[in-house]
């Protein structure tokens, strides 16, 4: 029996299968895993190195070519709501910062409480994922709302102005 046969074993006593979810749904976020094929539904939709706005499916049975704005299109018929959409990840956006604040406060009485630096070095790593996760779902909103979804270069440096014009009140031309 080899570590590698030992190891899986073990664990394969000791995690469940939300545990196995949890871990798909990781490699899917962190592991850059592509969508599905409308098409197919076999394949995963790769970006054609040819043409930048084009997708391609990776199965050599189907091999079907979709454009950025069809994907568009497919996601706004998707029968959901515009605005339900944006409001739902502004609401999300809006409680992953208040649980970034709760652990913020949380962690520096407990690090005063327990006189450990370390405790607050924790709390702060873990409220900058909390917050940029926050940032995130703005950024979804935002892009919804303007019906920027599909492109092929991310707009980054329109959500700051918008986001920036938003915080200082003032309203772009």
């Known amino acids: 029996m080899g570590i590698g046969s030992f190891l899986s074993a073990r664990i394969a006593r000791r995690v469940g299968p939300e545990h196995r979810t949890f871990a798909a749904m990781t490699g899917t976020v962190l592991g850059g895993a592509h969508a599905a094929c409308p098409a197919c539904r076999r394949g995963h939709l790769l970006p054609d190195r040819s043409a930048p706005n084009l997708r391609k499916?990776?199965?050599?049975?189907?091999?079907a070519t979709f454009n950025l704005a069809e994907i568009g299109r497919t996601f706004a018929l998707d029968g959901a709501d515009v605005r339900d959409l944006a409001r739902e990840a502004r609401r999300q956006a809006f409680v992953l910062f208040l649980a970034a604040v709760g652990i913020g406060v949380l962690a520096a009485a407990w690090a005063v409480f327990a006189r450990s630096w370390l405790t607050l070095l924790g709390a702060v790593l873990l409220c900058t994922v909390v917050l940029a996760s926050a940032l995130v779902q703005r950024?979804?909103?935002w892009q919804i709302e303007q019906g920027r979804m599909f492109e092929t270069r991310a707009p980054l440096g329109a959500f700051v102005v918008a986001e920036l014009s938003g915080l200082l009140g003032r309203k772009r031309p």
Do not use: P, Q, V
């Open 57 to 63: 499916c990776d199965d050599a049975s189907c091999g």
């Open 139 to 141: 950024y979804r909103a």
